[in-house]
């Protein structure tokens, strides 16, 4: 397949047809995961445009998307492959004839399970397995971008999982082969940096922190969006998002929710954008009470000229005081990390609660040791260079 950008500024031009605003950066590390085929970690808040990149990255260059979408507790047949048991099980009960006259003649029950055993290959074999995304982007005949989503919600293990993947892509199946990609898919991972990832897989990846747009592309992201907003009035919008995004919410506002509120207020016919309009629609970005509560004290100065200072978005929550939800929330990323640096996540006995998904066990040190320190099972899958084969 021939390079998919010609450019950096190929990429920003591309990307921008399918309605995503890149600004150089991102497009430069987009244009360098194409060029050299390494994998692309996006690290940032949620809501700032990780999940939509790779998308937009499939659609702008016709490749096929397979996302794998993490979660707590995930272990790798979802990620990778499983068998296909019922399959597998159906099969041999069609077959129950024919296994009968391999076995009729065995002489004692060890023989009959000796050659049972040498039938094997014949129900580990391509035929019943069951692709996930990843080994599916590997096998893929059509060239495709694997997005692995959220890795900072699943364990570990999964990331060591993994490693064999984006430093090869090639997924080996202990009972098969060794599976290679024809066509390296483009691979991108997200985190909303709810926990550090471990080193072995940042080493594989190009990373970049995606924060909060500036206001100028922010604005332009609006734009593009044509939520019949005013252009002064989406201009005034950005504006009280970046502040908002100032305070300490438990989740802050992303691009999203600043698109949600300039549709809902062009809707509603706003023609200027008061202390009142903003406090009777800011529910359309805020989901958490006491988010809501702490907005509904700001607006009135935010909008009144006695504006703080423009909020920087990178450090607005390096103070956050850490605050769990109830089981199944979405933790501001920023504010576990933040403290978890406060903390020391390596001190003895430190522990974040497990509803947040970013429970750490006293002792724990990273593992950093490539193939050979994965989880249960993956050290099977290391192959020697006799077994392997070319995967069809
Ligand atoms: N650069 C961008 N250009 C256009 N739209 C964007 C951009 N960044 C974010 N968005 C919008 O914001 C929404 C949320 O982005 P998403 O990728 O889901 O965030 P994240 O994965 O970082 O949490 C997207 O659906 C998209 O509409
Ligand atoms: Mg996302």
Redesign the pocket.
């Known amino acids: 397949m021939t390079d998919a950008f010609e450019s950096v500024t190929d990429v920003v031009d591309k990307?921008a047809t399918h309605?995503?605003?890149?600004d150089r950066r991102?497009a430069t590390t987009v244009y360098l995961l194409c060029r050299l085929g390494k994998p692309v970690l996006?690290e940032?808040?949620?809501?700032?445009?990780?999940?939509?990149?790779?998308?937009?990255l499939a659609a702008a260059t016709g490749r096929r998307l397979l996302r794998l979408q993490c979660y707590e507790g995930q272990d790798e047949s979802r990620a990778l492959y499983e068998w296909d048991y019922g399959k597998q099980l159906l099969y041999t009960q069609m077959l129950r004839e024919k296994i009968s006259e391999i076995v009729a003649d065995a002489p004692d029950l060890a023989a009959a399970v000796e050659r049972i055993g040498d039938q094997d290959s014949v129900f580990f074999s391509d035929r019943f397995l069951s692709p996930r995304p990843v080994l599916e982007a590997i096998r893929s005949p059509e060239p495709a971008v694997l997005l692995i989503?959220?890795i900072d919600r699943a364990d570990e293990a999964l990331e060591a999982v993994l490693l064999e993947c984006l430093d090869e892509y090639q997924v080996s199946v202990p009972e098969i082969g060794t599976y290679i990609a024809e066509v390296p898919p483009y691979v991108v991972l997200?985190s909303?940096n709810t926990r550090d990832l471990s080193a072995a897989l940042k080493r594989r990846c190009l990373h970049l922190f995606?924060d909060y747009?500036d206001a100028e592309?922010e604005l332009?992201?609006v734009r593009?969006?044509h939520t019949g907003l005013p252009d002064a009035l989406a201009a005034q919008l950005v504006g009280v998002v970046r502040e908002l995004r100032g305070l300490r919410l438990r989740k802050s506002p992303?691009?999203?929710e600043t698109?949600d509120w300039a549709r809902a207020l062009a809707v509603l016919g706003a023609e200027e954008l008061d202390a009142h309009l903003l406090m009777e629609t800011v529910n359309v970005v805020l989901k958490y009470e006491r988010d809501l509560n702490r907005a509904l004290e700001a607006l009135p100065r935010l909008v009144s000229g006695g504006r703080t200072a423009p909020a920087e978005p990178a450090h607005a929550h390096a103070h956050a005081q850490f605050d769990h939800g109830s089981p199944g929330e979405e933790p501001d990323g920023r504010a576990v990390r933040a403290a978890m640096d406060r903390l020391g996540r390596h001190e003895l006995g430190y522990r974040l609660p497990s509803s947040l998904g970013v429970t750490e066990p006293p002792g724990h040190e990273h593992h950093d040791n490539g193939r050979s320190g994965n989880g249960a099972g993956q050290g099977q899958r290391a192959f020697s260079a006799a077994t392997r084969r070319r995967a069809r």
């Open positions: 990307l309605g995503y605003i890149a991102l996006l940032g808040p949620a809501g700032v445009g990780k999940t939509e990149l790779a998308k937009v989503d959220e997200t909303n995606l747009p592309r332009e992201i593009s969006k992303g691009i999203s698109v």
